[in-house]
T-cell receptor, first 113, second 111 residues
Framework: KAGVTQTPRYLIKTRGQQVTLSCSPI?????VSWYQQTPGQGLQFLFE???????NKGNFPGRFSGRQFSNSRSEMNVSTLELGDSALYLC????????????FGQGTRLTVV | DAKTTQPPSMDCAEGRAANLPCNHS???????VYWYRQIHSQGPQYIIH?????ETNEMASLIITEDRKSSTLILPHATLRDTAVYYC????????????WGLGTSLAVNP
């Protein structure tokens, strides 16, 4: 069974631009969660999608948004990029909402210059 | 805020057991203890979880104290590949809540 796939793995963007990251969950998993990880901050929860609906949301500004498609694949978008958005963005899939056993992708390393 | 307290770093000799402690004194009766690890520049990996009883799988053992206020993750024979940050999380999946991550314990396995 294929694992969680995130694309791209690395990305360099300029301040003010927008970016879209993609996540394909494990087959059969309907929940996808997104996290931001920066040095010293640990994993910060962005949002969770289940059956194409956002079910949980973290404390991030509206520049961060996401969506989920009918095949459970998910995308997150960050608009008007800031230097502080440089981070590792991780996607996790699980069978149900708020599942404790989550499977993570390798992440997308975003650098904003 | 994370509901767990872990030492920021630990060392272990290769081949020896690594015992990683976690305090969760405010754990509720319906919250499980989950452990994950994150090897450098990779996504976190689920290790094990438990409610009350001790648990063991092919990766590790989880020992939960009788009052459930603390737990220990045991890697029985640590290898260099076990060098990672280990996260202890308390979580009640039934409430559809998100996982809340602390800073974990950075375990260095030394040759």
């Amino acid at each position: 069974k294929a694992g969680v796939t995130q694309t791209p793995r690395y990305l360099i963007k300029t301040r003010g631009q927008q970016v879209t990251l993609s996540c394909s969950p494990i087959s059969g998993h309907r929940s996808v969660s997104w996290y931001q990880q920066t040095p010293g901050q640990g994993l910060q929860f962005l949002f969770e999608y289940f059956s194409e609906t956002q079910r949980n949301k973290g404390n991030f500004p509206g520049r961060f948004s996401g969506r989920q498609f009918s095949n459970s694949r998910s995308e997150m978008n960050v608009s008007t990029l800031e230097l502080g958005d440089s981070a590792l963005y991780l996607c996790a899939s699980s069978t149900g909402i708020g599942g404790g056993e989550a499977f993570f992708g390798q992440g997308t390393r975003l650098t904003v210059v | 805020d994370a509901k767990t307290t872990q030492p920021p770093s630990m060392d272990c000799a290769e081949g020896r057991a690594a015992n990683l402690p976690c305090n969760h004194s405010t754990i509720s009766g319906n919250e499980y203890v989950y452990w994950y690890r994150q090897i450098h520049s990779q996504g976190p990996q689920y290790i094990i979880h438990g409610l009350k009883n001790n648990e063991t799988n092919e990766m590790a053992s989880l020992i939960i104290t009788e009052d459930r206020k603390s737990s220990t993750l045991i890697l029985p024979h640590a290898t260099l590949r076990d060098t990672a940050v280990y996260y202890c999380i308390v979580h009640n999946a039934g409430n559809n809540r998100k996982l809340i991550w602390g800073l974990g314990t950075s375990l260095a396995v030394n040759p």
